[in-house]
């Protein structure tokens, strides 16, 4: 209950709101492909951020860095890696966006291990810079650490009948805040 009065007032701060991504009547060529116009309406939301990783990227391609656990027809990261454990310096990026398989099933047709969400929110606060960005596209709210991140927003993200509607939860670094 004492965690929930803490998490209240934050909620009331942050953005909501849902966007419409519904595909065309065509089959994506790579199963897990964001939601059609996803991509552009995320980037658009962190207007001047200059370096953005996408981890998990799939068949994403920039802008910025792309990395991935594989490489294949369709999956061409620049960075062959775990989102776990990333070849990268602390504080070398403003915003990493990801998009992980959901659940084991998935990460099994994607040819990969069971997803390290945890080890990946860790990550993502060692490498992103104070105050930069961390957003994931997942079925729900990743449980995080109050004292890394600020849950600044979050997006229902709809994509038409027959389809769960996900959620694109929005994370501020408070790497650096004063305590
Ligand atoms: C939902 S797909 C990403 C799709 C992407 N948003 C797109 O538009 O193509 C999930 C991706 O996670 C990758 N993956 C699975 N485990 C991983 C890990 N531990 N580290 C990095 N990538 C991983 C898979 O290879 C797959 O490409």
Known sequence: MEQLLQTLPREAEMMRTVWVCERP???????GTYPHGFLS???????????????P???????????????????????????DALPFENDSFDLWLADPPYEDKDAARYGTPPFPLGGMMLEAFR??????????????????????????????VYTGIQ???????????RKGEAK
């Not at 930069?132 to 995080?144: S, T």
């Open 25 to 31: 009547f065509t089959t994506p060529a790579f199963y």
């Open 41 to 55: 309406k995320a980037l658009a939301l962190f207007d001047g951020v200059k370096d953005i990783l996408h981890c």
């Open 57 to 83: 990227s799939g068949s994403v391609t920039g802008p910025g860095t792309t990395v991935d656990l594989i490489r294949d027809e369709n999956r061409k990261p620049q960075i062959l890696a775990s989102a």
């Open 127 to 156: 490498i992103v810079r104070p105050g930069g960005y961390f957003g994931m596209l997942h079925l729900y709210c990743p449980n995080y650490n109050y004292d890394h991140w600020n849950l600044i927003g979050q997006v229902a």
């Open 163 to 173: 389809n769960y509607v996900r959620l694109f939860s929005i994370f501020q670094s």
